[in-house]
């Protein structure tokens, strides 16, 4: 009975061997057949046509970052919500407790964030 169990894995097993042998496969294609012509002017940095200003390597603000990142936080958290307003009846007023719950949370990290000071640019 184990040994049936392992078998229906199998083409899952061979779905992924086939699709890295594909991506090696074509890797490998590009990189022979592809040109290897390589000059300063193609190993310049490019952006949009802008012409290239000091060193790419200068550094940026944290805040710029730290925005980002809280951005994507918040973003993520209220994706959360998307599956507890489709299934609101079925959840009851235990879901509704616990959504309350969630944003209050949600809501106490938004005022700590905002008294560091997070959001202020200087």
Request: aromatic content about 18%.
């Amino acid at each position: 009975m184990e040994n049936s169990q392992l078998l229906q894995y199998l083409p899952i097993v061979f779905m992924f061997i086939l699709a890295l042998g594909f991506v090696i496969f074509t890797m490998s294609l590009t990189h022979l057949l592809g040109p290897k012509r390589k000059s300063l002017v193609k190993q310049e940095s490019f952006e949009c046509g802008i012409e290239v200003q000091g060193n790419a390597r200068s550094p940026i603000s944290i805040k710029y970052f730290l925005v980002a990142i809280l951005f994507v936080l918040f973003d993520i958290e209220v994706i959360f919500m998307y599956p507890w307003a489709v299934n609101f009846r079925q959840l009851g007023v235990i879901g509704l407790v616990e959504m309350f719950l969630f944003m209050f949370f949600l809501v106490i990290g938004l005022l700590y964030i905002n008294k560091k000071e997070a959001f202020k640019w200087e």
